[in-house]
């Protein structure tokens, strides 16, 4: 639950140095004056957007945020490697000799850590991850921390300070007593818009149509958001659309089940003037 989670005061006492060592003294925290947090992925579940979107930006940080404690170490463990063999020199090398699936330096989660379903769908996720994730990159601008984004957003990142913002394939909760729980709603909007800077992107997929009418819905009626137009205006030859479609471990099992996807986007619209 979550007081076993550390969360900051405020955004000032994160010490981002031990996520981004190349962009933080991990020591003091005190910044490389590379930049701040700019992508959040919240319920990352096992990162395949940020291992994908984190050599197409190799400048800009990006954080997956994920609340189940083996799934973040899962990440954590899989950004160590992938540094790790970038630093070797293995992943340049990777697409002209393959490595063979089983000699992958992908970690894999203990067995004993998961059960049943959970544990098919890690292992089957974990085989996806292996052979997916070979594109040359340092991989030192992504990260994962363990954190519940439907509540803590403002303690890690100031006013403005994201770029984008990605919910993909959340949690259904179909039961009408169980909307509170869904991640996008009209109290969360708020939050969202809050960390969001004007002109920062909100992505939403699901292959469940009632949670995408609802997410949909929230996000058109609220006041900061503008719905924006796939393959039209700053959508055009965004490279997040097509990674949010296909790039998460969940995406590709709908996929594979033959699913249908519901997208949509939504821009930060300047605050209503002051006055
Ligand atoms: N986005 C990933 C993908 O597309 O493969 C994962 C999708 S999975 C269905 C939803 C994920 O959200 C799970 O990994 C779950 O643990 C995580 N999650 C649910 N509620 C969360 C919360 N409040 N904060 C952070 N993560 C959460």
Not at 82 to 111: C, H, I, M, N, Y
Not at 240 to 246: I, K, R, T
Request: proline share 7%; with cysteine.
């Amino acid at each position: 639950s979550d007081h076993s989670l550390a969360y900051p005061a405020q955004p000032g006492e994160m010490n981002w140095g031990t996520i981004f060592p190349r962009f933080f003294d991990a020591k003091t925290g005190a910044s490389r004056g590379k930049g701040v947090v700019e992508f959040a992925d919240v319920g990352c579940g096992f990162g395949g957007l940020l291992m994908q979107l984190a050599p197409l930006f190799p400048e800009t940080l990006m954080l997956g945020l994920e609340i189940r404690v083996h799934v973040t170490q899962y990440v954590h463990d899989k950004i160590v490697a992938l540094r790790l063999a970038a630093q070797q020199g293995r992943l340049e090398s990777a697409p002209a000799e393959p490595v063979p699936e089983d000699q992958t330096s992908t970690p894999q989660p203990a067995a004993e850590e998961v059960e049943g379903e959970e544990a098919d769908e890690a292992a089957q996720n974990a085989q996806l991850v292996s052979s997916a994730h070979l594109t040359p990159g340092s991989y030192d601008n992504v990260g994962v921390l363990r954190a519940n984004g439907m509540k803590f957003l403002p303690n890690f990142f100031t006013k403005g300070q994201l770029s984008k913002l990605f919910f993909l394939f959340p949690d259904p909760h179909f039961k009408s007593r169980k909307h509170k729980a869904r991640i996008i709603s009209p109290t969360l909007l708020a939050e969202y818009a809050y960390v969001l800077r004007p002109g920062g992107i909100v992505y939403i997929i699901t292959d469940v149509r009632e949670l995408y009418d609802w997410m949909d819905k929230h996000l058109g009626e609220h006041p900061l958001f503008r719905r924006l137009v796939k393959d039209e205006g700053v959508l055009k030859g965004d490279l997040c659309v097509e990674a949010v479609y296909g790039a998460t471990e969940e995406g590709k099992k709908v996929e594979r089940n033959r699913g249908d996807k519901w997208f949509s986007a939504f821009e930060r619209v300047d605050d209503p003037a002051e006055d």
